[in-house]
């Protein structure tokens, strides 16, 4: 079946340290590929996505390519901010007897300090 | 559009007690999503639904869990009777779907608490 695997965290960066955050994917067919991010007592909310092999998706300085031949979507920030402190959830959407089938990662913690 | 609604925000009961949590999505979505998120399990999908048709309720842990979609505007997820592991903040989704490429809108939560 499908699946994700991103970084256990926390991860504690400094203000304007380069960020990066590992996600891997294993789907039997093309899925499409997403970055969701949680902040403190709210829902997820849409980072970024792709859908298909190459494309790279691109957000409030936040960068993912979708790599096929590394089943791969690594999430980049070139510069952090203390408002970045979220939690950030790596997911796959695929079609499942023509139906959405989405699967999270379980989340890569991340707090940002001045 | 107001974004997905969830009621209540918070809700504290007794074990045995039922509890009910409600959602309305977004307007014109037809695919709605129910998960419940843990420190120790993550992000767990219990039921979806397409045009309030139960797609796929194998992440519904138990026959104490039940879900209801009687229209396009409203769902309900059902707990009888609740038990202190079900302790959990329960989210609710919609999306335009059932397009893989498509994103989901996330409600801001009901925090669930059984004592």
């Known amino acids: 079946g499908d699946s994700v695997t991103q970084m256990e965290g926390p991860v504690t960066l400094s203000e304007e340290a380069f960020l990066t955050i590992n996600c891997t994917y294993t789907a039997t067919g093309y899925p499409s590929l997403f970055w969701y991010v949680q902040y403190p007592g709210e829902g997820l909310q849409l980072l970024l996505k792709a859908t298909k092999a190459d494309d790279k998706g691109s957000n409030k300085g936040f960068e993912a390519t979708y790599r096929k031949e590394t089943t791969s979507f690594h999430l980049e920030k070139g510069s952090v901010q203390v408002s970045d402190s979220a939690v950030y959830f790596c997911a796959l959407s695929d079609a499942a007897g023509g139906y959405q089938k989405v699967t999270f990662g379980i989340g890569t913690k991340l707090q940002v300090i001045p | ?115």
């Open chain 2, 1 to 115: 559009d107001a974004g997905v609604i969830q009621s209540p925000r918070h809700e504290v009961t007794e074990m045995g007690q039922e509890v009910t949590l409600r959602c309305k999505p977004i307007s014109g979505h037809n695919s709605l999503f129910w998960y419940r998120q843990t420190m120790m399990r993550g992000l767990e999908l219990l039921i979806y639904f397409n045009n309030n048709v139960p797609i796929d309720d194998s992440g519904m842990p138990e026959d104490r869990f039940s879900a209801k979609m009687p229209n396009a505007s409203f769902s309900t997820l059902k707990i009888q009777p609740s038990e202190p592991r079900d302790s959990a903040v329960y989210f609710c989704a919609s999306s335009s779907g059932p397009i893989t490429s498509s994103e989901q809108y996330f409600g801001p939560g009901t925090r669930l608490t059984v004592t």
